[in-house]
């Protein structure tokens, strides 16, 4: 009997009341979008990440609002979150 409690309560764990797709093509398409679906959402949620590059032009936020959120990529996906901007132009100065 105790096993049996064990395995629901374990199967209970594991289940999301929400599931938002991440995807630069869809119509939740920017990790602050997912993160304000995931906020109005039933909790746990989970954040499911599709292939594909993620660029940031500011930082994502995440606050005490955002306990019980997942962030996973899809199966055989492998996402990019990018924040980095490539700076050109650079010269040398005098003194190094």
């Known amino acids: 009997m105790l096993k049996t409690i064990s395995l629901l309560l374990a199967a209970a764990s ?3 009341a929400a599931d938002i797709s991440l995807s630069p093509t869809g119509p939740i398409s920017t990790p602050q979008a997912a ?10 949620v989970r954040i499911i990440v599709s292939d594909g590059v993620y660029t940031q032009t500011d930082s994502l936020a995440l606050t005490a609002a ?7 990529a899809a199966p055989d996906a492998t ?13 040398k100065a005098e003194n190094g």
């Not at 955002?66 to 996973?72: G, P």
């Not at 996402?79 to 010269?91: C, D, E, Q, V």
């Open 14 to 16: 594991l289940s999301y």
């Open 35 to 44: 993160r304000d679906a995931a906020r109005a959402a039933p909790k746990p």
């Open 79 to 91: 996402p990019i979150f990018s924040g980095g901007k490539a700076i050109t132009g650079w010269t």
């Open 66 to 72: 955002d306990s019980q959120v997942t962030w996973e």
